[in-house]
């Protein structure tokens, strides 16, 4: 009855623990520490003020028919703004706004794969990228990382072929939570095979902390023409529920994604688009904010976790995210399960690929004293058990 395409249907890998540790609040758990979210968590962070009342004066004002198309003009106007002050000159034509960034990475890998093409993606990468990439019946290659931050330039090289249709990369990475630098490398690289495509994920370009600067693979003028970025607001204005983001890709890109967009969900939510663009519009402090709670957050966490004697981790360069590694040999998921029976909810690396194997993801988004009671128990964990299975290594 279902299509073939669909052998390899599965829910989020990287939501698992998510899954795993409601399951475990129905049946009566309590006081698990949710560090496994790809979200914020502490009631805390919230939308730019300007943005909720968006939304009740849109909809008072009865802002609540279709709008077919390729997003608001004045969204798209700010939009083109934000984009070329991060180095990209972009025109309100060249965005689309979508309904959050992983409907533009599906839809990007829509038009851009054929059966058979090449798609070369990051590992550990975004597992979506793969998921689509599998459903187009595209080969996917992987390339490595020379050290987290810096892509191994002469394997990407190695692997882009005569079918390499497409490149995938996402700075600021996730899980590991660190940018990658060696930008200058990889677009040289690029460059040299002009029929190849690119797909920058710059999710959380706007979270980036001192002194790290996040560079877009677009503000490269030899890739502009073939780079479709990937944003949303989700994690810049704590509008993850919101569901809204937006792409920026050359125009004949763009006009077709838009007849993706018309034939497929119409338009995104009205009301939604008004609270984006009041978001773009808010106050500066909003954002200096977010990033001084953020940064405080990190260096709470990072703190705890460098303290173990077993773990080793670097400290976010951007992103809300700690990439812990587990001694040499240890099973990431056996980790993961007892850490969940200790209450402490994280996410086991190998959900992002098999490089990520022996890592744990975690968010530092929660209140201070739940992530530093979670962190501190994650710690005594892993510091305590020994002769745990290390046949799988996962
Ligand atoms: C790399 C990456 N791309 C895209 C997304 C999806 O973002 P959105 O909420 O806008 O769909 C996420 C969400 O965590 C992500 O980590």
Known sequence: MLSTRLAHFELPPQWSTMREA??????????IIHLEKGDYVSPEFKPPPEAVAAVTTSLKDGFVRYSPGPGLWPLREALAEEMSRRGRPTVPEEIIVTPGAKFGLTASLLLLLDDGDEVVMPDPGYPPDEFWARYLRAAIRHVAFRDP????????????????RLVILNTPQRPN?????????????????????VVSDEIFSRIVYEPYRHRSLASYPELKERTIVIDTFSKS???????????AAPVHVAEK???????SCTNVCTIIQEAALAALRAPGSYSEQLLATLTRKRDLAYKVLSGSR?????????????FPKLPEGTDGRQTVRRLLEHGVAVVPGSAFGTAGAGHLRLTFTLEDDLLLEGTRRLVEVVDQTTGWDASSGT
């Open 237 to 247: 204005f704590v509008m993850t529920g919101f569901r809204i983001g937006w792409v």
């Open 149 to 164: 931050r810096n892509v191994d330039a002469d394997q990407l090289a190695d692997l882009i072929g005569p079918r390499t």
């Open 310 to 322: 077993r773990l080793s981790v670097d400290n976010a360069q951007g992103t809300f995210y700690l």
């Open 177 to 197: 939570g660190q940018l990658i630098e060696n930008t200058d490398e990889v677009a040289e690289v690029l460059a040299r095979f002009p029929h190849v495509a």
């Open 257 to 263: 994604l838009d007849i993706l967009l018309q034939n």
């Open 22 to 31: 409601a399951r475990l609040e129905r049946t009566g758990a309590k006081g």
